[in-house]
């Protein structure tokens, strides 16, 4: 049974550039949530996805979007990057927006020169 | 708004030592409390929750009981191990939908 599948890896992008991240939950679970990490610091909330609406939102600009297939996986995207965009994205599976078990993924580092 | 607080690492024990890493809460009504584990190179992995006042919760040998009155969810473990090396955070979730907010972390290393 797999688990909780991130893409890429690692990446590097240049300021301003645009990003795509992948998220594929574990095998029966419908919800998804994304968190960024920055480096010495725990994870952040930044959306989360289930029935492909985004159903909650942290305090992240409109630059961060998302988006969730009728297969459950999902997508983040950065437009406009910024030095400060430099983080660990975590993704996280759940069965359910309201389940206190939730998967994750072993991340994407994105760094941004 | 909600907030977790956790000591500040590194904790350096020798093995068999006792563990305590601290963790309160500032939270608008009444959460359920987690505590996650990321061992080197993985993703975060859930270790235990507890979901109401006075409710312990406990795997692998680590227990944390949430105590509304002090706001704390402290973790421990009787007899760590080499393998307990990892950064452990203290979380929370509030309300509609399983958000959660985490502590900024503590690092655990264990010496043979």
């Known amino acids: 049974d797999a688990g909780v599948t991130q893409s890429p890896t690692h990446l590097i992008k240049t300021r301003g550039q645009q990003v795509t991240l992948r998220c594929s939950p574990k095998s029966g679970h419908d919800t998804v949530s994304w968190y960024q990490q920055a480096l010495g610091q725990g994870p952040q909330f930044i959306f989360q996805y289930y029935e492909e609406e985004e159903r909650q939102r942290g305090n992240f600009p409109d630059r961060f979007s998302g988006h969730q297939f009728p297969n459950y996986s999902s997508e983040l995207n950065v437009n406009a990057l910024l030095l400060g965009d430099s983080a660990l994205y975590l993704c996280?599976?759940?069965?359910?927006?309201?389940?206190?078990?939730?998967?994750f993924g072993p991340g994407t580092r994105l760094t941004v020169t | 708004g909600d907030s977790v607080t956790q000591m500040e690492g590194p904790v350096t024990l020798s093995e068999e030592a006792f563990l305590t890493i601290n963790c309160t809460y500032t939270a608008t009504g009444y959460p359920s409390l987690f505590w996650y584990v990321q061992y080197p190179g993985e993703g975060l992995q859930l270790l235990l929750k507890a979901t109401k006042a006075d409710d312990k919760g406990s795997n692998k040998g680590f227990e944390a009981t949430y105590r509304k009155e002090t706001t704390s969810f402290h973790l421990e473990k009787g007899s760590v191990q080499v393998s307990d090396s990892a950064v452990y955070f203290c979380?929370?979730?509030?309300?509609?939908?399983?958000?959660?907010?985490f502590g900024g972390g503590t690092r655990l290393m264990v010496k043979p």
């Open positions: 979380a929370l979730s509030i309300g509609a939908g399983n958000m959660l907010t």
């Open positions: 996280a599976s759940s069965l359910g927006q309201l389940a206190y078990e939730q998967y």
